[in-house]
């Protein structure tokens, strides 16, 4: 009995390890084949990616070789059109600048006060504020008590030597008849004399007054006035006149001035002191005319240093045509000195364009291929830009017309987000 219960325990337990053996092995198995499956998924998905990159690489290298992305096309004809013209890059030599701010200032060797000779009430007004009068033009007239008397005093003048005349005509004729005595004749010409010294002074007293010849004898029988003239051509910037008003020397009815050319007084550095002289060639920009350049010259030089701003005031006289300049207009000055050495790479300033935020120049990569190229700048002069960095010499880019370049490139930028 026992030896079968042993027997059934041994068939039992060799049963039982056989099962999980074939459960482990089979386990094994199942684990191995998944883990080949999901390396194999693994690979695919690596050359998957790998093939996906490797088009775009040659979609991107294919792009490369129709062409940058902002290269503008143009052909010939149309650049002609346009006014497009490309030159090669070339050095030269930039002359020196000194900048500096200033203000405009009327020419003071060219402003005027007009104010009476004498004393009068203001009866005419005839001319006002911002009128362009001529020299000996009458702007005020008045009526003066002082001309009435000086008036007066001439035409009292102009009878006595008139009656000293014939006077003298008269004893003369006697002498010549031994009617009256020599020494009669020296004192009728001493009298004549007198009296011509008398009316030539009243003569010169109403000249200084302004009266002329004609009006000196047209005013006998009416009431003398006095013009009040200016004595320069050019603007009226300032106006005291008013009618019934009592006016005299001491007052000033007008202020004209002659703008035709103005003063630019400008700041000049102690550092650059050296550099600066009288005569020296200068450009002024102002503000509300920025396309415009007046030229001029330094005419003086102070001679005293602000203790504050550590500068030197030079005054530039400049051409004023048109009367463009106006006094008080602040302005930008730009002082030439003599070109220095070395040669640098320079182009015209409106061959630049402002594209994205950087300084740009339109490289010609071929004949009709135009590259936007952002470039470094450094200094200007007379037109000129010095490039740093961007450019080289020899190669070809658009002079000008690079505004028209720069729309294009816009255009092409629409175009591109439209799509």
Excluded: C
């Excluded at 337990?13 to 094994?28: F, H, N, P, W």
């Excluded at 690596?46 to 088009?55: F, L, P, Q, R, W």
């Excluded at 009476?116 to 009128?131: E, Y």
């Excluded at 001493?190 to 005013?219: V, W």
């Amino acid at each position: 009995m026992n030896n079968k219960v042993i027997i059934i325990g041994l068939i039992l337990a060799v049963a039982l390890g056989g099962g999980l053996y074939y459960r482990s092995v089979q386990t094994k198995i199942n684990g191995a084949e998944h883990a080949e499956h999901k390396e194999a998924g693994h690979k695919d998905e690596k050359a998957d990616e790998h093939v996906e990159h490797k088009e775009k690489k040659e979609a991107h290298e294919g792009h490369d070789e129709h062409g940058e992305e902002g290269v503008i096309k143009m052909t010939a004809e149309v650049q002609k059109q346009n006014g497009v013209f490309v030159a090669p890059a070339k050095k030269q030599r930039l002359a020196g600048v000194i900048n500096a701010t200033g203000k405009v200032e009327a020419n003071a060797d060219r402003i005027a006060h007009v104010s009476p000779r004498i004393s009068g009430k203001i009866v005419a007004v005839r001319a006002s504020l911002g009128d362009s009068v001529s020299a000996g033009q009458s702007l005020v007239t008045l009526d003066s008590v002082e001309l009435g008397e000086a008036l007066n005093r001439y035409h009292q003048s102009k009878t006595r030597l008139a009656l000293a005349q014939s006077n003298m005509d008269r004893i003369k004729s006697l002498v010549e008849k031994k009617i009256a005595a020599r020494k009669d004749i020296l004192l009728a010409e001493t009298d004549f004399k007198t009296t011509q010294t008398e009316l030539h002074t009243d003569e010169e007293r109403l000249s200084l007054y302004g009266i002329s010849p004609a009006e000196r004898e047209g005013s006998y029988q009416k009431r003398p006035l006095l013009p009040v003239r200016s004595p320069i051509g050019g603007i009226i910037t300032e106006k005291h006149a008013i009618v019934g008003e009592l006016s005299d020397p001491s007052k000033s009815l007008y202020t004209v001035a002659d703008l035709s050319s103005v003063w630019v007084m400008v700041d000049i550095n102690e550092k650059d002191l050296s550099k600066v002289r009288k005569g020296q060639k200068a450009t002024v920009i102002i503000g509300a005319y920025p396309d415009l350049k007046f030229r001029g010259r330094i005419n003086h030089l102070a001679d005293v240093v602000d203790q504050a701003t550590r500068t030197v005031k030079a005054r530039i006289e400049v051409a004023n045509p048109g009367r463009k300049l106006k006094p008080e207009m602040f302005a930008t000055v730009e002082l030439a000195l003599a070109a220095d050495a070395p040669p640098v790479l320079a182009v015209p300033e409106e061959a630049l364009q402002d594209l994205n935020g950087k300084k740009v120049l339109f490289v010609a990569e071929s004949d009709e291929e135009f590259e936007p190229r952002p470039v470094e700048t450094g200094r200007t002069a007379s037109g000129m830009v010095e490039i740093v960095s961007g450019l080289k010499e020899g190669e070809r880019y658009a002079v000008k017309g690079s505004f028209m370049l720069k729309a294009e490139q816009k255009k092409g930028e629409l175009e591109g987000h439209n799509h």
